[in-house]
């Protein structure tokens, strides 16, 4: 934690003392280039760990699956760590953790990535590795039903078994009208099996490219020797001739609050969700959003969980988070209703407390405390070479550019609490919001509601 110690007495007193010069932190001090074949190269070197983080990011996610065909982009999550022409099934397993690494990956809608952390003396080897999955997967009938099998289970687990499962799916759902953003990441069932075995070949053959990618490699190395190794395992994968689909379906303003209701079986108390179209995260006005929504629902002492979990005792939990998705983002709001409560009293009190916000003085106090939480996490994150892999590439996919990870920490400073005021008042006051009743199937039956 030895960055950490330096950073962070340096923004605690930037914060209590409201010093008029910006505090400056260190950057991330990435190279770049990008091959012949489009493939963008970051790397970072840094020796104080004998280890080193490899990335591969995928400009692939949800928001591309084929139409009829959610899923489609977390199937290949899974599919990537099957057989290629060199590797046996699950040989990342053994190329990582074998030899005291790891290694993951993720689906979201904008994106797909996959992360490795090795000694660094294994770096070359898992360079060659994730460029051999890159141009040699094998996608065969075996390894397709076997994983969509993998898939299909995780959404029962998931989505079909917790009581709740179901509450954010379909508040993802009705959120977007146009956008494909309203394909939850997990897919569904009967879509996944309606895929064929030629559908997945030609979506791989779509966008694993080289040219949709970023290879991203923090940690102990030299910059000459993985220049060298990038070239000689990357270099000479061919960028196909066709352009990538891309989306362009705009989700339009809303006109109107909207209201819907979903009955689910196997649900002990009724629940609410909101949920506002929010701006991208590269907009302006994306920190002060982040830090109106610690303020909101940051922890046991924010203002929502305070009021409507505490003083009213209305809820049993309430969850606000601000989606930055690359083409548009979302402000989500979950509650568990309490015993014997009315979804109309919680939505009132919970609009209230975001009233407050948007039109009382906040507290430099409380401000500088949400602020310190959002700055000592992102601090936290980038100790490890994989943290810091990962804010380059959250970057480069939600701005289009590396350098964005360098402005987020100065730019949630500079956030003043007429920011935070401004910012609410416009996306969760003025803007239109959607509210979904999350009703257990028995109050139908009954003819009743909460």
Same mark, same amino acid.
């Given at each position: 934690? +030895? ?19 910006? !505090? ?11 091959? @012949? ?63 005291? @690494? ?21 770096? /070359? ?28 289970? $995780? ?59 970023? !290879? ?36 339009? $303003? ?8 979903? +009955? ?33 629902? @940051? ?36 509650? !568990? ?12 009190? !919970? ?31 980038? /100790? ?40 609410? +008042? ?6 239109? +919001? ?17």
């Amino acid at each position: 934690m +030895r960055r950490l110690t330096v950073f962070l007495p340096l923004l605690l007193a930037a914060l209590s003392a409201q010093a008029e010069a910006p !505090l400056t932190l260190p950057p991330l001090a990435y190279q770049q280039r990008v091959l @012949g074949n489009g493939l963008t190269v970051l790397s970072l070197e840094d020796h104080s760990s004998p280890t080193t983080a490899i990335q591969v990011w995928y400009r692939v996610g949800a928001k591309d699956d084929p139409q009829g065909r959610s899923g489609f982009a977390h199937l290949f999550e899974h599919l990537m760590f099957k057989r290629t022409k060199y590797l046996a099934a699950e040989q990342f397993d053994r190329l990582t953790e074998d030899v005291g @690494g790891a290694n993951n990956a993720s689906t979201g809608d904008d994106c797909t990535n996959y992360l490795d952390v090795v000694p660094s003396n294994h770096l /070359e080897r898992l360079l060659w590795a994730e460029a051999e999955r890159l141009q040699h997967l094998t996608v065969d009938e075996a390894s397709f039903k076997s994983e969509r099998a993998v898939v299909q289970e $995780e959404f029962r687990s998931a989505v079909l078994t917790p009581p709740y499962g179901r509450l954010s799916y379909h508040l993802q759902q009705e959120t977007w009208r146009v956008h494909p953003y309203h394909r939850p990441t997990i897919g569904s069932i009967e879509e996944l099996d309606a895929a064929t075995l030629a559908d997945v070949q030609a979506f791989h053959a779509t966008y694993y490219r080289p040219d949709n990618a970023a !290879l991203i490699v923090v940690g102990d190395f030299d910059v000459a020797q993985l220049d060298a190794w990038v070239d000689r395992y990357f270099g000479g994968i061919a960028k196909p001739a066709g352009p990538i689909p891309r989306v362009t379906a705009v989700e339009p $303003e809303r006109e109107a609050d909207r209201r819907i209701t979903v +009955r689910v079986p196997n649900v002990p108390l009724p629940a609410l969700g909101l949920s506002w179209l929010a701006p991208k995260p590269d907009s302006a006005d994306a920190p002060a959003l982040k830090i109106a929504v610690a303020l909101l629902a @940051g922890g046991e002492s924010s203002r929502l969980h305070q009021a409507l979990v505490y003083r009213l005792q209305a809820a049993q939990g309430v969850d606000l988070s601000y989606e930055e998705s690359a083409d548009r983002g979302a402000v989500y709001a979950t509650v !568990l209703l309490a015993s014997g409560q009315r979804i109309a009293k919680v939505e009132t009190a !919970l609009m209230a407390e975001i009233g407050k916000l948007a039109t009382q003085p906040i507290p430099p106090a409380e401000l500088d405390k949400a602020k310190t939480v959002l700055l000592t996490e992102l601090l936290a994150k980038r /100790e490890t070479n994989e943290g810091r892999a990962y804010a380059l590439g959250d970057a480069w996919i939600g701005s289009g550019n590396a350098k964005a990870a360098n402005a987020e920490l100065e730019n949630l400073l500079a956030v003043t609490a007429a920011d935070v005021q401004r910012v609410t +008042r416009a996306q969760l006051i003025d803007g239109k +919001r959607l509210s979904l009743e999350y009703l257990p199937e028995a109050i139908a039956a009954a003819g009743g509601k909460p």
